[in-house]
C-alpha cells in the first residue's frame, strides 16, 4: 500500500482529532442540560434541621442532613413570608405582588395564577424537558391556574390548597354546616390527579385526617415512578415536589408516631426525611445522580402561634424572630441546599439567595430564555453556586404583605416601615395572625448579624444607609410605570 505524503497525514490525524472534540463537546453540551429535582418542604423553619440546629431538639434529619453536605447549604437563602407567595416567587421568578398573588389564598378568595405568567415548567418544557409536578400546588383552582396548563406534563396527588383542609370536615360538622355545604367542600378540596397537559383533574379521594398520615409517602411513591419512568425511556425530566410536611395538623403513621422525643411536629419532620431519602435513593439507584440536580428548600418560616394547639410554638425559627405571615427575619429566612456533583462544590455559604433566583439560574444552565416583556425580580446566581466567583449576585429583597412594601432588607440590614404587633389572644397571635402599626415617618432599623432578634434599633446610628433602603423601594416602584400590579386581594381591607 502506497504511503501518504506527510502532509496528508497530518491532515487526517488534525481531521480525527478535531471530530473527536466535537463529538466531546456535543457530549458536553448534553451533559450540561441535567434532570433536576426540586423539592420543596410546607412551613419548615431554619432551626428544624439537625443539620441547622446540631440536634439540640433532640432528634435527626439524616437523609437531608446527608444531601446538605454532598451540596451546598445556604446559611442566607430567603423566601415570601406565605405558601402562595413563594410559591408564586418560584415559579415565576417575580415577587408575588406581580402576580396578585402576595397574600395566601384560603377558601373563597379569587386570585390565581394567571395563563399569562411563565413558570417554571413552561421554562423546562421550551428546551424539552419532560415536566411533572407532585403535591401541594397552592396557587389556585381555576383551570388556567392547574400545573398542567402552566407547564406541566403531569400532576400526581394534587390537590389545590393546603393540608388543614384535612380538618375541614370535621369541623363543620362541629359546627352543624349544612351536607350540601360539606360535600361541596370536600370535592374541591379532594386529592385528584391529572394525567396529561390541559387534562380535567380525577378526583382519588378526599382529604381526610386520616389521609393526612399518608400522602407524604404517597406523594414519595409517585416521584419514584415517575423517576423510573423517564429513565427508562431516556428522557431529561424536570420534576417539581411541594411536600406537606411540616404543614399543621402533623399526623402521621404508626411508623413516626412519637418518635421524635418533642411530639408531633418533630414526629412529622422524620416522616419527612426518610420520604426525602426515599426519592433519593431512587435518582442513585437510576444510576442518574451525577447527572442530576437536587434542590431541596422550605417556602417560609414556620407557623408558631398560629398553629394547632398541640404544635403551638414548636416550629423553628432559628435565632431569628418571626413566623410565617409577617415580614420579619424569621419568616422569610429558612432552610434550603442544593446538590449537583461535580459541578457545585460540596460546603456552606452565607452568601444572600432568594426563591427567585432559581428561574434565572436555571433557566441558564439548561438553555432556556429568560422572558423579557415584562420584570424578573430573580437574578442568575449561575457563576457563584459553580464557584466561577465568590459573592452571590443578590444583595437585596423587598418584603410584601398584600400590596403594602412592610420590610426591606439590604445587605446585613433590615428596614421596616410598619411594626409586626400581637393580637390580644391567648396566645397572642403573630404571623399572619399579627396587627401592622404605622411608624411615624420613619423605619426601623437592625443590624441581622448584630442583632438576629431584632431587639435593638440602630436608627439612631445607622441613619446613613436609609439612602440604599429608598434606592431599593424606588427601583422596584420604578417597573411599575409600565408594569403595574394587579390589584392585591384583601380579606380586611375593603375600602378600594
Given at each position: 500500500m502506497r504511503d501518504h505524503p506527510p502532509c496528508f497525514q497530518w491532515?487526517?490525524?488534525?481531521?480525527?482529532?478535531?471530530?473527536?472534540?466535537?463529538?466531546?463537546?456535543?457530549?458536553?453540551?448534553?451533559?450540561?442540560?441535567?434532570?433536576?429535582?426540586?423539592?420543596?418542604?410546607?412551613?419548615?423553619?431554619?432551626?428544624?434541621?439537625?443539620?441547622?440546629?446540631?440536634?439540640?431538639?433532640?432528634?435527626?434529619?439524616?437523609?437531608?442532613?446527608?444531601?446538605?453536605?454532598?451540596?451546598?447549604?445556604?446559611?442566607?437563602?430567603?423566601?415570601?413570608?406565605?405558601?402562595?407567595?413563594?410559591?408564586?416567587?418560584?415559579?415565576?421568578?417575580?415577587?408575588?405582588?406581580?402576580?396578585?398573588?402576595?397574600?395566601?389564598?384560603?377558601?373563597?378568595?379569587?386570585?390565581?395564577?394567571?395563563?399569562?405568567?411563565?413558570?417554571?415548567?413552561?421554562?423546562?418544557?421550551?428546551?424539552?424537558?419532560?415536566?411533572?409536578?407532585?403535591?401541594?400546588?397552592?396557587?389556585?383552582?381555576?383551570?388556567?391556574?392547574?400545573?398542567?396548563?402552566?407547564?406541566?406534563?403531569?400532576?400526581?396527588?394534587?390537590?389545590?390548597?393546603?393540608?388543614?383542609?384535612?380538618?375541614?370536615?370535621?369541623?363543620?360538622?362541629?359546627?352543624?354546616?349544612?351536607?350540601?355545604?360539606?360535600?361541596?367542600?370536600?370535592?374541591?378540596?379532594?386529592?385528584?390527579?391529572?394525567t396529561e397537559p390541559g387534562g380535567k383533574p380525577e378526583i382519588l379521594r378526599p382529604y381526610t385526617t386520616e389521609y393526612r398520615k399518608r400522602i407524604e409517602g404517597d406523594i414519595a411513591t409517585a416521584a419514584i415512578d415517575y423517576i423510573e419512568r423517564k429513565t427508562a425511556k431516556g428522557e431529561r425530566f424536570f420534576m417539581h415536589i411541594g411536600w406537606t410536611r411540616p404543614h399543621f395538623p402533623n399526623l402521621v403513621t404508626e411508623e413516626f408516631e412519637n418518635k421524635s422525643g418533642i411530639g408531633r411536629y418533630g414526629d412529622s419532620l422524620l416522616e419527612h426525611d426518610y420520604q426525602i431519602g426515599r426519592v433519593l435513593d431512587a435518582i442513585e439507584k437510576a444510576s442518574i445522580e451525577d447527572d442530576t440536580i437536587v434542590i431541596w428548600i422550605s417556602d417560609n418560616g414556620p407557623t408558631r402561634t398560629t398553629a394547632n394547639l398541640e404544635e403551638l410554638n414548636m416550629g423553628s425559627t432559628g435565632p431569628f424572630t418571626g413566623e410565617l405571615g409577617d415580614g420579619r427575619e424569621g419568616s422569610i429566612r429558612t432552610a434550603g441546599m442544593i446538590k449537583w456533583p461535580g459541578r457545585i462544590e460540596p460546603g456552606v455559604s452565607n452568601e444572600m439567595i432568594s426563591i427567585h433566583d432559581f428561574f434565572p439560574t436555571l433557566a441558564r444552565i439548561i438553555g432556556a430564555d429568560v422572558p423579557d416583556d415584562r420584570p424578573i425580580d430573580g437574578v442568575d446566581q449561575t457563576d457563584w453556586l459553580l464557584g466561577r466567583q465568590e459573592e452571590s449576585n443578590r444583595e437585596s429583597l423587598i418584603t410584601f404583605v398584600g400590596d403594602r412594601i412592610v420590610a426591606v432588607r439590604w445587605k446585613q440590614l433590615r428596614f421596616y416601615p410598619v411594626s409586626f404587633v400581637p393580637q390580644p389572644t391567648n396566645p397572642g397571635m403573630m404571623g399572619y395572625g399579627a396587627a401592622m402599626l404605622e411608624h411615624a415617618g420613619y423605619p426601623n432599623m437592625f443590624n441581622i448579624e448584630a442583632d438576629p432578634r431584632e431587639e435593638r434599633p440602630i436608627i439612631d446610628s445607622a441613619a446613613w444607609a436609609v439612602g440604599e433602603y429608598l434606592r431599593v423601594v424606588a427601583e422596584y416602584r420604578a417597573s411599575l410605570k409600565d408594569h403595574p400590579n394587579p390589584p392585591a386581594f384583601s380579606m380586611t381591607d375593603f375600602r378600594r
Open positions: 491532515f487526517r490525524v488534525t481531521a480525527l482529532v478535531l471530530g473527536l472534540i466535537a463529538v466531546t463537546a456535543g457530549s458536553a453540551a448534553g451533559a450540561d442540560k441535567p434532570n433536576v429535582v426540586l423539592m420543596l418542604a410546607d412551613n419548615l423553619g431554619y432551626g428544624d434541621l439537625s443539620v441547622y440546629n446540631d440536634g439540640i431538639r433532640g432528634y435527626r434529619t439524616p437523609r437531608i442532613d446527608r444531601l446538605a453536605s454532598e451540596g451546598l447549604r445556604f446559611t442566607q437563602f430567603l423566601v415570601e413570608p406565605g405558601c402562595t407567595p413563594s410559591r408564586a416567587a418560584l415559579q415565576t421568578g417575580r415577587y408575588s405582588v406581580r402576580s396578585g398573588l402576595s397574600l395566601v389564598i384560603v377558601p373563597g378568595t379569587p386570585n390565581t395564577l394567571q395563563s399569562r405568567e411563565v413558570t417554571l415548567g413552561e421554562l423546562f418544557k421550551s428546551v424539552g424537558y419532560s415536566t411533572a409536578y407532585f403535591g401541594k400546588w397552592h396557587l389556585g383552582p381555576e383551570p388556567q391556574s392547574l400545573a398542567t396548563a402552566q407547564g406541566y406534563d403531569e400532576w400526581r396527588i394534587g390537590f389545590y390548597g393546603t393540608s388543614d383542609v384535612a380538618q375541614y370536615e370535621q369541623d363543620m360538622l362541629r359546627n352543624k354546616m349544612p351536607a350540601p355545604m360539606i360535600e361541596a367542600v370536600k370535592a374541591n378540596y379532594s386529592i385528584f390527579e391529572v
